[in-house]
């Protein structure tokens, strides 16, 4: 955080807004995509083609889950979500970064 040349992107974002996040990441990178290059973007990554890709799943489909923000609540008990709160903000402290949710 706080370098010029680091952008973190949030998940929950991406499922938000996905082509928005795309669009902030190229200006970030100073790439301009034309308007067919960012349909065809888009579209290879929404989750359903993105579990597809042996490329990016090389785990098959035990890398990429769900792709449902939140689905963590359905394997973590409440013990253990608030030891892994409590763990993300303590690496988290001092960054600037803020996680959501926590």
């Known amino acids: 955080r706080g370098r010029d040349n680091?952008?973190?992107?949030w998940f929950e974002d991406m499922k938000q807004d996905l082509s928005g996040v795309i669009t902030e990441l190229c200006q970030f990178l100073?790439?301009?995509l034309?308007?067919?290059q960012m349909k065809e973007l888009s579209e290879q990554l929404t989750f359903?083609?993105?579990?597809?890709?042996q490329t990016v799943?090389?785990?098959g489909s035990q890398f990429l889950r769900k792709g449902e923000v939140g689905d963590w609540r359905n394997y973590f008990d409440k013990k253990t979500s608030e030891r892994w709160d409590c763990w993300i903000q303590d690496k988290l402290e001092g960054t600037g970064i803020v996680?959501?949710?926590?």
């Open 6 to 9: 680091v952008k973190f992107i």
């Open 30 to 32: 100073e790439v301009h």
């Open 34 to 36: 034309s308007s067919v």
């Open 48 to 53: 359903n083609e993105m579990k597809k890709n």
């Open 57 to 59: 799943n090389f785990f």
């Open 99 to 102: 996680m959501k949710g926590i």
